[in-house]
């Protein structure tokens, strides 16, 4: 009988609540989807859980969504995290290898890990996991992973993923609140990367742009390493917001008129429209106009994400180009904006190694389940389970070298 994996992946968003549950044919390596849904949410803003109670009302909703479609109960989730709050720490240990022969252990990595962990945060501020970037053994470079080399001292360049210990603890309340165990926790930038970068772009170097409803999320890789990390407290629905109060009117009709009408697209050798009209609302105004508050809005997030590059030295320098994603990416002529300002190759998003994904919305749930298969291969045994156990202490490993 073929063994398979079944998980869940929970994307907990500022506008929405999105589930997906998976399965992965441990023979044949394909992966189905047995079931998503999307539903509305008003508890979380600029991608973190402000009203844990709302949110575990959106989560029930979706769980019974599943059912509904013939989703088996779901017990264990891999979630999403977001928010400015949530950040990168570049930090390094140094420990002396303890073994009498001097070959570098298991235990010694963790030890350096450990040693590099040792970082002085503000009480209300924990570190949520380590990603190892660069190993030295007595000062040289260790290729891939210093395991069995032989040496005295030890180093690891690690960024340490820290987060606003509430946010976390919201969070928690919410997703438990709903009945669900939380087997795994990943920024949603890194989860989208799994989805839609390959690993020849991260080799030559790539990143990520998640554009979400209330944040932006950037990642960065090089050698197959990630590099950098940020998130900006900027989204798809400030945009809605701008659009709102440039024509005096309603959320959702702006809204409407953003999903309709929004474009970045220059007009040249297409038909001009002089004026937009929406009678029941009686609005009137350019497109032109409504070029102009949402080109101000992205032009906004891009900036952030130029000083990003800028900080890491890699401006101009990605081969591998920008992957836009989220939401927020299906902004008609946003890829070209992108390329001109970040002066990149810069393409949409699509989902690989999960067939029938074609909206980049559900790229973080995508992610989420391809990241949870990947350590659960590694690490798991059993014919048919859903395999969400232990991955929490190992979720960061698919980013370190």
Known sequence: MARSIILNALDIGTSSIKMMTGQKDLGTGDVTILGQTQVPCLGVRKGEVSNPQEVTQAIIVAKEHLKKSGVAKIKGVLVNIGGSRLYAVPSQGLVSVSRADQKISKEDIQRVLQASRALNLPSNKEVLDVLPKEFLVDGEEAPVTPLGLAGIRLEAKVLLICVFSPVLESLGEAVTGAGLEIGGI????????????????????????????????VAFFEEGKLIDFA??????????????????????????IKREFGTLASSK??????????PEKSLSFSPKFLK??????????FSEIQKELKKTSKQNLLPGGIVLTGGGAKLPGIVEFA????????????????????????????????????????????PHREGIGGIFKKIFKMFSP
């Open 186 to 217: 990943i920024p949603s930038s890194l989860a989208s990367a799994r989805a839609c970068l390959t690993p020849q772009q991260k080799e030559l170097g790539a990143g990520v742009v998640d554009i979400g409803a209330g944040d932006t999320g």
């Open 231 to 256: 998130i900006f407290p900027w989204g798809s629905s400030h945009i809605t917001n701008d659009i709102a109060i440039g024509l005096r009117t309603e959320i959702a009709t702006a809204e409407r």
């Open 269 to 278: 050798g297409k038909k001009r429209v002089s004026k937009i009209e929406i």
């Open 292 to 301: 102009g508050i949402i080109e101000a809005r992205i032009s906004e997030i």
């Open 339 to 382: 390329k001109q300002r970040l002066k990149l190759p810069c393409r949409l998003g699509r989902v690989k190694d999960i067939p029938g994904i074609e909206d980049s919305a559900f790229s973080t749930c995508a992610g989420l389940l391809l990241t949870g298969f990947d350590l659960e291969i590694e690490g798991g045994e059993g």
